[in-house]
Nanobody
Framework: QVQLVESGGGLVQAGDSLRLVCAASGRTSSRPIMGWFRQAPGEEREFVAGINLIGATYYADSVKGRFTISRDNTKNTLYLQMNSLKPEDTAVYYC????????????????????WGQGTQVTVSS
C-alpha cells in the first residue's frame, strides 16, 4: 500500500503562486508513476500533470507553461509548482500514484491510478 498526503493549498489572488506537496509513504517503489488531478465543484475530475518513472513530464493544455511537476525520490515527495494562477484553477487538487504495469495507459487517465490522496483545496480569487 501507498499513502499519499497533499498539502500546500490555500486562498490566493489571481497571478499568485502556490506549491503543492504530496508526501508518499509505504511501498512507494511499487507506484512509480504519479500525477496531479483536480476537481472543481460540479465538474468532473481532470488531469493536471504527470511524471513517469524516468522523469518525463506531461501537462494539461490549460496549465502548460504555468505549472511544473517534479519529484524528489530521496524524500518520496511529489510537487506541483503553480504560477500565474487563474480563478479557473480553483479546485480540490489530488495527488495520485499507479504501478508501472499500467504504463501502456496514458498518464492522463485517472482511472489507471489506484492510490489517491485526500486532496487539498486551492482557491484563486479574481
Amino acid at each position: 500500500q501507498v499513502q499519499l498526503v497533499e498539502s500546500g493549498g490555500g486562498l490566493v489572488q489571481a497571478g499568485d503562486s502556490l506549491r503543492l506537496v504530496c508526501a508518499a509513504s509505504g511501498r512507494t517503489s511499487s507506484r512509480p508513476i504519479m500525477g496531479w488531478f483536480r476537481q472543481a465543484p460540479g465538474e468532473e475530475r481532470e488531469f493536471v500533470a504527470g511524471i513517469n518513472l524516468i522523469g518525463a513530464t506531461y501537462y494539461a493544455d490549460s496549465v502548460k507553461g504555468r505549472f511544473t511537476i517534479s519529484r524528489d525520490n530521496t524524500k518520496n515527495t511529489l510537487y506541483l509548482q503553480m504560477n500565474s494562477l487563474k480563478p479557473e484553477d480553483t479546485a480540490v487538487y489530488y495527488c495520485a500514484a499507479r504501478a508501472l504495469k499500467s504504463a501502456a495507459i496514458s498518464i492522463k487517465v485517472g482511472d489507471a491510478y489506484d492510490h489517491w490522496g485526500q486532496g487539498t483545496q486551492v482557491t484563486v480569487s479574481s
